[in-house]
């Protein structure tokens, strides 16, 4: 929205011009102060591969790691470009150096590749295209896992970029189907709707307990198959990190809007560790013809509309 738009709307609705204007101010101080100042950028660092786990806050991860089998040690603690997917994945690959991305394969599950730069990665594997559960309206990790061991050992990039979607919301595991169609919702810049929270969560429909649950042990599923991963290519540098954290609360927000600065949808775990093939696991193949699909009901799904 240009400036003349700006004004035109302040015009249309007077009463609205200081929660409009004061979150178009927030989204400037997020992009051009804090997180210039603050954030860490995944292409400033060294790594070989570098897994996303999807709107996965800082302490969730330090609390659940402790009791798997993956033998993490506790994360560092650092805060990520955004609040919400599509500016990490503008301002994580629009800021990174063209021969970089050259060279870097990104498989991912999530839905909003069309925010990747104009400047080619070396692949992109839209697995949300193929690998989508219909029943629990998401990606479920073992795709992204299948395609990242099929294409890390295949070595035709330095780099690859493995974006798993949980845990973020839906839930997969035993509360999939009480969460169906109630799903963490991204607000737009400028507003703060009902819907654009955890519209299950804030109607009553699910109780706030039961949200947090449900979110915390989402993130299980996911760090299996990640076990999986690194028992099944051979990196030197890995890095596992979030995109975001998320609300579970906090000053009575759930979920993860855009251009917030909060350390619930900003601090994300961080580590650093290494990955050996052990070759004791065959991945799936799958039809990666792109299939007929519809991006509209997919962001639904994921809360995003």
Same mark, same amino acid.
């Given at each position: ?10 015009? $249309? ?68 470009? @955004? ?20 060279? %870097? ?7 909003? #590749? ?23 309206? #998401? ?7 299948? $395609?990242?061991? #099929?294409?890390? $050992? ?15 919301? *839906? ?12 799903? *963490? ?71 993860? *809007? $855009? ?9 994300? *775990? ?5 990955? %050996? ?7 799936? @193949? ?11 009901e997919k962001l639904e799904a994921l809360g995003y509309l």
């Amino acid at each position: 929205m240009d400036l003349g738009e700006l004004i035109s709307k302040g015009i $249309r609705n007077p009463t609205q011009i200081p929660t409009w204007l004061y979150f178009r101010l927030q989204g400037v101080y997020d992009e051009f102060v804090f997180t210039p100042r603050q954030s860490r950028h995944l292409f400033d660092e060294d790594w070989d591969v570098a897994v996303i786990l999807d709107a996965c806050r800082y302490d969730l991860a330090a609390d659940r790691i402790s009791s798997h089998s993956i033998g993490f040690g506790k994360p560092e603690k650092v805060t990520s470009v @955004s609040s919400w997917s599509p500016d990490w994945i503008r301002r994580t690959f629009g800021s990174a150096p063209e021969d970089l991305l050259e060279e %870097t394969a990104y498989i991912t599950g999530n839905v909003f #590749t069309n925010e990747l730069p104009k400047s080619q990665l070396g692949d992109v594997d839209r697995v949300w295209q193929y690998g989508w559960d219909e029943e629990l309206e #998401t990606v479920p990790p073992r795709p992204i896992t299948d $395609r990242a061991i #099929t294409a890390i $050992r295949e070595g035709e990039f330095d780099r690859y970029v493995v974006h798993y979607m949980q845990p973020h919301l *839906p839930p997969i595991g035993k509360h999939a189907d009480r969460f169906t169609g109630f799903s *963490p919702q991204e607000g737009e810049p400028g507003e703060e709707r009902e819907e654009a929270e955890w519209a299950a969560v804030k109607s009553g429909a699910i109780a706030p307990d039961t949200a947090r649950e449900a979110y915390r042990e989402n993130l299980d599923p996911v760090l299996d198959d990640l076990e999986l991963l690194l028992d099944n290519i051979d990196a030197r540098e890995v890095v596992v990190t979030a995109d975001h954290g998320n609300y579970l609360g906090e000053k009575g927000r759930w979920g993860h *809007p $855009r251009d917030h600065i909060h350390p619930a949808v900003r601090e994300v *775990p961080w580590w650093k560790t290494t990955a %050996t093939d052990s070759d004791t696991y065959t991945p799936e @193949s799958y039809d990666t013809e792109e299939e007929e699909t519809d991006r509209d009901e997919k962001l639904e799904a994921l809360g995003y509309l």
